[in-house]
């Protein structure tokens, strides 16, 4: 049984003159409103979201009540009637089904409760809203299966309903729709251009959004109040069909989503004029209701909500997809296929990237592996990728946080997205990384160009706190890649490891010093030159590796035996590794990176060793702002060669 | 002298059939071309610029010449016709002329080349292009007098320059003008559209900005290729005077500055219609030319646009601001003027950050300090300064990245801007950081609601990576204020501290510990309960301060001596301190903190006792990605309550 089955009541709200009148731009088919959508019911539906809202906000003592009740009337209709999403009550998972991002996290609540409606949850689960044992958190997290991403930090949510999108359109050939639901006052963030940009240069005739046009933010109006007209032309101008609304009126909502649903080369945005906290009496409109429970109102409000149902005890029913055959999700290891360096051979790291990459997405029988630009791919050598798999390649341009938000829609639509810039470029996208962890997504970003070592360009190219912001990210895998095997190596294990992993890669060439078949695992490093009587462990990484490689000759031919080790795998570190040569190494350490020494191999390497208190660690690290110059003029200034190598070494051991 | 004076050819290439016809929209004054701007000279300075940008990049074998060559029309009439900026070329850190920003950073070597021609630089000087000893880097920064900000991370310039203009406009009442050059490209940054939102709301009709759409990004074409008209109808939607024109004809530029400039209560953008290498043979408008020295083709291009020369030895100069006369820039202390709380009292640093702020506004004779918001005042307390002094506050909305840039802005023109939102919400803006660490700005940053005991809102609104980002940013300061007295003098100590200083409140009450004429200093910890007997350090900060110094009377009440650090100083760290308490506490730290473990207290702590390699330092951190819960109940899980340090510490001494 859906709302198809149009149980109609004398008492209806419905507008039989606007609703039976053909629609304008798209369908040319006639919308019966009390035929085919069951009016009052939704109607019913929005208040018995408001209701719902507003006992779960007042049960945790927290949330946001008024800001949900301005998507009532939208949600009902996207839930409940056909012009809205198709979805499977029974299975909140689906893959074919049509998908929703609530951009607006704050409002998760009213989102709960209509799932509730739709028969996943009873009202007692509801009310565990916000409790430390309850999925139902303040914002949604991929605990719940109806979610597929974190949302909660604003603007974020469309930019992943984008990925979705795409890779559901073009990599898939799904015919499912995703839908997203922003916040007025989220719109100032300029991820959402970012996503509204790449949407509409795409063409994502799948995606659909609305934007809650509820005028008030939190600490006071919206700088465009309720011009939903400059919405309008602003999403126009980016390529967007869109259509303003009143977001509480069910009958033009239906129509707006029909005409969106048929509207073809272009993604579709409802531009929903709204309330916040419509139906809610002195506070409906009111400012200073922002994240407030309505407390002991709460009576009179249900009283007020409750006098306007139609039908208390009707049921309404999602409406499932048309086909709803699930597919199968594949999750095999994908190997890399054949070998390809011979120890001494000069190759950077970035290039080795681009290689593994492709070669890997050759033998990837399910295409899963993507590979995402942002306007650097001949810098980074995603471009050897791109040129192997050019259906699996998508063009992000100059919009970091959007490639990363498409990374994560991606991964939420099952592929192995490979995200590539330049690693200092990533801090544009920390939110959307530290949000990707909350989500415990299936990313993986590659940054290039890390360190002083990049030479001439400067400061502003060059990632010196990259380690620092990704070790920040709770169960994120940090791997360092010094030569082109252990890159590649990187790169596979990158593949098949289920979760965030950041691969730095570096501009220079580097000697190959592994064999091809050097086995790398997560969280262990590697170790040079051991012998019975060295006096130091110098850890090194990339660029640096090498630097401490060659200290270690001219100190051996001086007598001084160093051992090295190439750290590989920043996070999870080697501790083990770490504390068991240290100790054979006169328990003293010295690292050796090129990066900050905030957040770096340095704080790592004394974070693993700290509880022993017995393992002196020393560092070279970079400890100023750089400027231009040429590498070598940079990594001498910052004491990251071999000689300031040899040099420390002799210091620490007088 | 200057160009007025205007020196006529025979052989004009100008238009006088365009040039002398009316402005239809703005000035109705005649434009006379061959009168008053000699545009034969321009067109000169134009083709001179591009062979200095050639010859200057060829002497650092690096850089973008041909991304220099689209802007050489309109950067000479900028830099040399009165339609363009009013500069002092002797003293190009003058405050009242206009500013200019260039966004599009990697074009350094032309803005380097302008003013050479104005008369700063030798040719001589200019080869020294991205040489390590030479200012000129490959990315503009401070460093140089004409460089207000740090360019080279696409899409902050504008963001800049709207902070430059708002606060010329609104607090300092100047009549000078900011221009800002943006590439095509970089306007897929949503930044790009934060800040136009911004400039659209605050009608900032004394920004000019100029969108250089030559077509070719670094790795392909722009998305939206020549497309001047999409460009027009975003910044209009965005609220602006959007002209698009020919990049390339010197008199139709004129035209299009005058307009802007005669434009009232609106930003105003040139959407620059231009070819990428311009004037180049075999290499305008060719993809694969990025950020290529044109190398052994340079004498041959130099003949090319020699040839085009029609007077080598024209002088041109720059056009002074009308009112030349310099103003004071104020640098005096601000000191707190009266103390206000009482030992024993429960007040969230937050608020205490608010009332702090509002009291330094009340003596800052030069009106320097102002507030800036992503709409959270209410939840940051910001909200305390903007009721007493609504003019020096500025609201940002939900645009983080913006509220930073903007700062900057406000940072270039001498104010002392405080931009607070919650904590977690700074990672939006971390590449903005990154970019204002590269600049060494003046700016304060203040986040709410750290770690998990904001409780249920869940881990999308707590900061607790806050600590990592902003640590590893050199030469920034990082202030963690335990209780209302200390944080009010962390907010003093960041007022008066030129540079990034980084606050982190609370969103609990804590107990008021210190004394209000307690003082504090960078660098410097506080300890409490120190005995000759302590067996252990414990290191707190916030409200983990609060549970170590419960644990404290707990553990004396069994006999245990543990001495309690309220680290306060995060970055610089009180490493003597650390060092010495540690060495009379068993050589034995504890670090409490509400942070994940990575470049947080406990690291910043193994840090600064490393190399002595006899103190062992242990940890509570939050470990994992937070849920929502009651403040109670996650700090309960995470361990980091009283009775949690308690156990550890008794843990440790076993």
């Given at each position: 049984?859906?709302?198809?089955?149009?149980?109609?009541?004398?008492?209806?709200?419905?507008?039989?003159?606007?609703?039976?009148?053909?629609?304008?731009?798209?369908?040319?088919?006639?919308?019966?409103?009390?035929?085919?959508?069951?009016?009052?019911?939704?109607?019913?539906?929005?208040?018995?979201?408001?209701?719902?809202?507003?006992?779960?906000?007042?049960?945790?003592?927290?949330?946001?009540?008024?800001?949900?009740?301005?998507?009532?009337?939208?949600?009902?209709?996207?839930?409940?009637?056909?012009?809205?999403?198709?979805?499977?009550?029974?299975?909140?998972?689906?893959?074919?089904?049509?998908?929703?991002?609530?951009?607006?996290?704050?409002?998760?609540?009213?989102?709960?409760?209509?799932?509730?409606?739709?028969?996943?949850?009873?009202?007692?689960?509801?009310?565990?809203?916000?409790?430390?044992?309850?999925?139902?958190?303040?914002?949604?997290?991929?605990?719940?299966?109806?979610?597929?991403?974190?949302?909660?930090?604003?603007?974020?949510?469309?930019?992943?309903?984008?990925?979705?999108?795409?890779?559901?359109k073009y990599h898939d050939s799904l015919n499912n729709r995703f839908w997203c639901i922003l916040g007025d006052g989220e719109c100032a963030e300029?991820?959402?251009?970012?996503?509204?940009?790449?949407?509409?240069?795409?063409?994502?005739?799948?995606?659909?959004?609305?934007?809650?046009?509820?005028?008030?933010?939190?600490?006071?109006?919206?700088?465009?109040?309720?011009?939903?007209?400059?919405?309008?032309?602003?999403?126009?101008?980016?390529?967007?069909?869109?259509?303003?609304?009143?977001?509480?009126?069910?009958?033009?909502?239906?129509?707006?989503?029909?005409?969106?649903?048929?509207?073809?080369?272009?993604?579709?945005?409802?531009?929903?004029?709204?309330?916040?906290?419509?139906?809610?009496?002195?506070?409906?409109?009111?400012?200073?209701?922002?994240?407030?429970?309505?407390?002991?109102?709460?009576?009179?409000?249900?009283?007020?909500?409750?006098?306007?149902?139609?039908?208390?005890?009707?049921?309404?029913?999602?409406?499932?997809?048309?086909?709803?055959?699930?597919?199968?999700?594949?999750?095999?290891?994908?190997?890399?296929?054949?070998?390809?360096?011979?120890?001494?051979?000069?190759?950077?790291?970035?290039?080795?990237?681009?290689?593994?990459?492709?070669?890997?997405?050759?033998?990837?029988?399910?295409?899963?592996?993507?590979?995402?630009?942002?306007?650097?791919?001949?810098?980074?050598?995603?471009?050897?990728?791109?040129?192997?798999?050019?259906?699996?390649?998508?063009?992000?341009?100059?919009?970091?946080?959007?490639?990363?938000?498409?990374?994560?829609?991606?991964?939420?639509?099952?592929?192995?997205?490979?995200?590539?810039?330049?690693?200092?470029?990533?801090?544009?996208?920390?939110?959307?990384?530290?949000?990707?962890?909350?989500?415990?997504?299936?990313?993986?970003?590659v940054g290039s160009h890390s360190g002083v070592s990049i030479g001439e360009d400067g400061p502003s190219q060059m990632a010196l706190e990259d380690?620092?912001?990704?070790?920040?990210?709770?169960?994120?895998?940090?791997?360092?890649?010094?030569?082109?095997?252990?890159?590649?190596?990187?790169?596979?294990?990158?593949?098949?490891?289920?979760?965030?992993?950041?691969?730095?890669?570096?501009?220079?060439?580097?000697?190959?010093?592994?064999?091809?078949?050097?086995?790398?695992?997560?969280?262990?490093?590697?170790?040079?030159?051991?012998?019975?009587?060295?006096?130091?462990?110098?850890?090194?990484?990339?660029?640096?590796?090498?630097?401490?490689?060659?200290?270690?000759?001219?100190?051996?031919?001086?007598?001084?035996?160093?051992?090295?080790?190439?750290?590989?795998?920043?996070?999870?570190?080697?501790?083990?590794?770490?504390?068991?040569?240290?100790?054979?190494?006169?328990?003293?350490?010295?690292?050796?990176?090129?990066?900050?020494?905030?957040?770096?191999?340095?704080?790592?390497?004394?974070?693993?060793?700290?509880?022993?208190?017995?393992?002196?660690?020393?560092?070279?690290?970079?400890?100023?702002?750089?400027?231009?110059?040429?590498?070598?003029?940079?990594?001498?200034?910052?004491?990251?060669?071999?000689?300031?190598?040899?040099?420390?070494?002799?210091?620490?051991?007088?």
């Open positions: 049984m859906n709302t198809r089955s149009g149980k109609k009541s004398s008492a209806s709200n419905s507008k039989p003159e606007t609703t039976t009148s053909t629609t304008k731009n798209s369908t040319n088919k006639k919308v019966k409103a009390n035929e085919e959508h069951d009016i009052e019911a939704l109607q019913d539906v929005a208040n018995r979201l408001r209701i719902l809202s507003m006992k779960m906000t007042n049960a945790s003592n927290s949330g946001h009540p008024t800001s949900c009740a301005s998507m009532a009337e939208f949600l009902s209709v996207m839930f409940f009637d056909k012009s809205g999403m198709r979805i499977k009550s029974d299975n909140p998972k689906s893959f074919v089904a049509d998908r929703l991002v609530l951009s607006k996290g704050h409002t998760a609540p009213i989102l709960y409760a209509a799932w509730g409606i739709a028969g996943l949850y009873t009202e007692e689960q509801l009310m565990t809203l916000r409790k430390f044992d309850s999925d139902l958190e303040g914002h949604p997290t991929p605990r719940l299966p109806f979610v597929d991403v974190a949302t909660g930090s604003l603007g974020q949510g469309l930019g992943v309903a984008c990925g979705m999108a795409y890779t559901s300029g991820s959402v251009w970012e996503a509204a940009h790449f949407a509409g240069i795409y063409k994502l005739d799948n995606l659909i959004a609305v934007v809650d046009v509820n005028r008030l933010g939190q600490s006071e109006a919206t700088s465009l109040g309720h011009n939903t007209n400059v919405y309008k032309k602003r999403f126009e101008a980016f390529g967007w069909n869109a259509l303003v609304v009143d977001g509480h009126d069910i009958e033009a909502l239906i129509k707006a989503f029909n005409e969106c649903k048929h509207k073809a080369n272009q993604p579709s945005i409802i531009i929903a004029k709204t309330l916040k906290g419509k139906g809610l009496p002195n506070i409906e409109d009111q400012e200073n209701w922002h994240g407030k429970p309505v407390g002991n109102k709460i009576d009179d409000l249900i009283k007020h909500l409750e006098e306007q149902l139609v039908d208390k005890n009707r049921k309404l029913t999602t409406i499932p997809p048309e086909n709803a055959e699930e597919i199968t999700l594949h999750s095999d290891a994908i190997k890399l296929p054949e070998l390809s360096y011979k120890k001494g051979q000069q190759v950077a790291t970035r290039f080795a990237y681009g290689d593994a990459l492709k070669r890997l997405g050759g033998v990837d029988t399910y295409r899963r592996i993507c590979s995402l630009d942002g306007d650097t791919k001949n810098s980074t050598y995603a471009l050897t990728f791109k040129n192997a798999f050019p259906d699996r390649f998508v063009e992000c341009y100059i919009a970091e946080q959007n490639l990363v938000s498409v990374s994560i829609g991606l991964s939420a639509r099952n592929k192995i997205p490979f995200a590539s810039t330049f690693g200092a470029f990533f801090s544009r996208a920390y939110d959307h990384i530290r949000m990707a962890g909350v989500s415990k997504v299936n990313i993986k970003l380690f620092a912001m990704f070790r920040a990210i709770p169960d994120a895998v940090v791997l360092y890649p010094s030569d082109a095997v252990s890159c590649e190596r990187a790169v596979e294990l990158a593949t098949n490891h289920h979760g965030i992993v950041y691969i730095r890669t570096s501009r220079p060439a580097t000697e190959v010093v592994y064999d091809n078949h050097e086995e790398f695992h997560l969280g262990q490093s590697k170790v040079h030159g051991k012998t019975d009587s060295d006096k130091i462990l110098i850890i090194g990484g990339g660029i640096t590796f090498e630097s401490a490689m060659k200290a270690q000759k001219t100190l051996a031919a001086e007598g001084i035996h160093a051992r090295v080790m190439d750290i590989f795998s920043i996070k999870p570190i080697d501790r083990d590794g770490i504390i068991n040569n240290a100790k054979e190494c006169n328990n003293t350490i010295l690292t050796v990176e090129d990066h900050y020494i905030e957040g770096g191999i340095h704080e790592a390497v004394c974070n693993a060793v700290a509880s022993l208190g017995s393992i002196k660690v020393h560092a070279i690290a970079v400890d100023s702002v750089p400027r231009s110059g040429t590498p070598e003029d940079l990594l001498n200034h910052y004491k990251l060669t071999a000689p300031h190598v040899v040099e420390k070494v002799k210091s620490i051991l007088q």
